[in-house]
């Protein structure tokens, strides 16, 4: 079994490559520039792949950045915005049917490399602000995938009713070198501290019970 | 009611963008280009949007080229085959996971443009040889747009049981320009007037009794 696994360079994705591999499937790891200001997310990615020795594809889907604009992600017009991931103002940092976008990239691949399966690490913690993470989302995507080639591919998502927590305890077990993830949307030096997904990335361990070798910006208060 | 209409520049889709207006919506043009060797059609596209005065997108996606080998579309080291669209030997012509994601793209353009519709040029004729033109696929990803984003983007496909002569006919009723539209596969400088889609352009505008504007390079036997 082949598997394309959609890897950002975060934590939930580099866990899913881990946890593909551990499940005997042959990986292969795929990342899509999509003008996101995090681009050392990408960098991640490959460095995570690398360690694992897991074949890497890197898409640059750059030119769609000026079409997507209105998204903190994409748009450095927009700021990225500090507070916990669950609240209303990160609306701001949902990119117009990223996923969507992200999982067809990797059907593709899956199709052209003969891959029978794509992995997506949605997860339960994800579901509230971003709609194209729910599981009516991951359902009809599942069929779309199955349909859209003369071989269906089949939509793996192991940690759909996963939390974060959950995640980097199973990471911690597979020996995710989780000082190679990057999570903060901000994509400085250092992972902030104060954005929804470093909020996020810091609660999950703590919650995990699993030392957290992140450096952050920003002490916790 | 804005609509983003897939147009490829070929006939099924400038058709469609006439209709789009015809229906009284506001029409946004998209064309992508994935790496086809048919570059034309895009150019073409373009003035069929310039000669309907409707704003035109372009994506360029080409850097999925050397991950989507495998096509005569998009793999210089393919020929395109001769003969009829219906045969097996199309097949080759098949790009992976094509229409799911150039929708996808349509989605996420869509979305960042507030425009409530996708529309894209499925015709009954495409259905045997193409998996992402039948209707379960049309069915399937109708459902992911509705569910990809927090505001549902709807899949509109008028053609979606018509036969490549209807549109031909709706097209001449109005006014479309066929002189502009660009089919041919193999991207030259005429119609190669031999490859799947030139035999099925001819056939349409036989089939429809509306006088064929094109300049074929082989002429019929």
């Known amino acids: 079994m082949r598997a394309v696994v959609l890897l950002s360079g975060g934590l939930d994705s580099s866990v899913l490559l881990y946890e593909t591999r551990d499940s005997w499937r ?21 460095k995570i792949a690398g360690a ?3 074949p890497f594809r890197r898409v640059n889907l750059d030119d769609l950045r000026p079409l997507l604009h209105g998204s903190a992600l994409t748009d450095s017009s927009v700021p990225v915005p500090d507070g916990h991931y669950q609240e209303e103002s990160m609306r701001a940092t949902v990119v117009p049917a990223r996923n969507l976008l992200l999982l067809s990239v990797a059907a593709a691949v899956a199709v052209a490399e003969g891959a029978e399966e794509v992995a997506y690490a949605a997860h339960a913690g994800d579901h509230a602000v971003y709609p194209d993470c729910r599981p009516s989302f991951i359902e009809a995507v599942g069929l779309v995938l199955r349909l859209c080639d003369y071989r269906p591919v089949l939509l793996r998502t192991p940690f759909r009713d996963w939390r974060k927590q959950d995640i980097v305890r199973r990471g911690a077990d597979l020996g995710v070198p989780f000082d190679l993830t990057w999570s903060c949307y901000r ?7 104060t954005c929804g997904t470093c909020v996020e990335r810091r609660e999950a361990f703590e919650l995990a019970g699993v030392p957290d070798p992140t450096r952050y910006q920003e002490r916790k208060e």
């Open 187 to 193: 994509g400085g030096e250092l992972h902030c501290g």
């Open 26 to 46: 042959e990986a292969i790891a795929l990342s899509v520039f999509y003008g996101q200001r995090h681009y050392r997310e990408v960098n991640a990615a490959e």
């Open 52 to 54: 694992l020795r897991v």
